[in-house]
């Protein structure tokens, strides 16, 4: 039975190597070197782990290394390596892909003056009366008919397609071979396409299907755009005798075949750097002869009026260019700052509210003489039992919605107090998320407070009492201090959560209401990781992964100095312990 065991567990293990041997060459093929690294070297870890008895007991760490190093080692690399670029939206490519696409997608092409277009008719099979994607294309150029197979993808960057290609053969009496393969017309000659009945081919009967000057045809011209043209013929490139014709929209709307040549190629120029001729490879307009201006990360072209035209974007190291932004770009340190100080007293004073309101219950609990108290408690943790984002909607909707909300509509009335303006005002959309906030997380501070208040010994305040000393000076001198060894620790991991609580400002007030006169999708409830969340995936310019890493850099070095300081200011409440 132990030996089955083992070769089970070997097979498996041999599973396992094969399994990420082949996601990380996978990786490396595809450019990420940085993960194929980390799965690779975790493999190497995990077979020393596992073959060499001296390391036996590492085996256990198995399952705790692999999540290290996926989930913590790795995105720590990453997130440092994208903050020094310019990853997001435009520049999501390599330099490599980027020249690709400007020299093959067919995007980057344009049709000659005076160019007509080709006569086209497609032909499917059918099954039944309906037509299917399995299809060929007759064309008919200089009195001479063409034939095309569908178009096979022949480059792509990652899921997107980005070039098919289909060649035009000859038709000669009637027939022709492809492959193998023997296509034959029904009937034969004809003067034109649209005598073609049918087209033969290893038992398959290809029928017309559509052509854009034949009217009989028109009632297939949805299935023809949406099943074959937008599937099949975007980005596709037919060819013969040096020709390329791709699929375009006439003026009147008419879906014709028209020769193109490509906008974009390499070139090789010599420019004198540095006392050296060097020679270099750049990408050259075709129609205008100049070269493509190539900086930040991007390749531009120029217009008539010699202004630049964004072209394609790529991935590029910019240095602290992204960190500079913060104090250079007025558009972005104005509002910074202010959502930097904001974060600071929203974390302080969440903490400072939740504390003192936890505490205060947490007295009174702790009062043997008191009764129903395990029914008080019960009551006191439903708000932190409740998952947060439920009771945020329900603050938001049900407490303070300015024209139905419980506030508006029936408590301040009752006070004759005006309605309150709780998410167009600043200063009250800031006491509501306070007011959420310390919702939520009182009854975690009281029932840690609870607890080490259950741990102080009873025979100190009798010896407190005997000297003379009252309920406050009692609380002052023995309470407090005591607690504070416990709590402190406490209370800065709290100050670090709050300090990140993205969730309940988002769900809340969204960051708002808006900061007059910033640029930047910014509020007045907005703390920095809302900030960095707008500034990354709601800005104009679309996403902006490098910024949001550098931002991301930042807030992590901020709360990791006020974590330290704080727990070092905190180790003096040890001392009452010793």
Known sequence: MKSILRV????????????????????????????????????????????????????????????????????????????????????????????ERILFDPNFTYVPEDSTPVNYMVFSVYEGLKPTEDFLILFEDGGRIFLAEKPVVTKKSGNEVLLRESTLFPVKEGTVQLDGTTYEFVPWPVSSLEDVDAITSNGKVYKPLYSPDDPSLKKNEPFFKVNIAQKHLNRAEFWYDDQMLMLRISESGKWYFYPVKRLYSLSLEESFENGKIVTKLVVKNNLTGRKLAEKDGAFYDYDRNGKEIFVVGYMDYIGFKNFSRIFTDPKISGPFFKVFTWTFTWAALSVLFTFAIGLSLALVLNDRTLRGRNIYRTLLIIPWAVPAFISVLVWRNGMFNETYGILNRFVLPLLGLEPVKWFNDPFWAKVAVLTVNTWLGFPYMMAVSLGALQSIPEELYEAASIDGAGRWRRFWTITFPLLMTTVAPLLVGSFAFNFNNFVNIYLLTGGGPAMAGATTPVGHTDILISYVYKLAFEGGRGQDFGFASAISIIIFFLVGGISFVNFKLSGAFEEVSE
């Open 8 to 99: 089970f567990l070997i097979m498996l293990l041999a599973l396992f190597n094969a399994g990420i041997v082949w996601a990380g060459v996978f990786l490396f093929q595809n450019a990420y070197y940085e993960l194929g690294i980390v799965l690779l070297t975790l493999l190497v870890l995990i077979d020393f782990f596992v073959f060499n008895p001296k390391a036996y007991p590492y085996r256990y760490t198995i399952p705790a290394l692999i999540l290290l190093f996926v989930l913590v080692l790795y995105p720590i690399y990453f997130t440092v390596k994208i903050a020094f670029t310019n990853y997001g939206t435009g520049h999501l490519m390599t330099r490599q892909e980027a020249i």
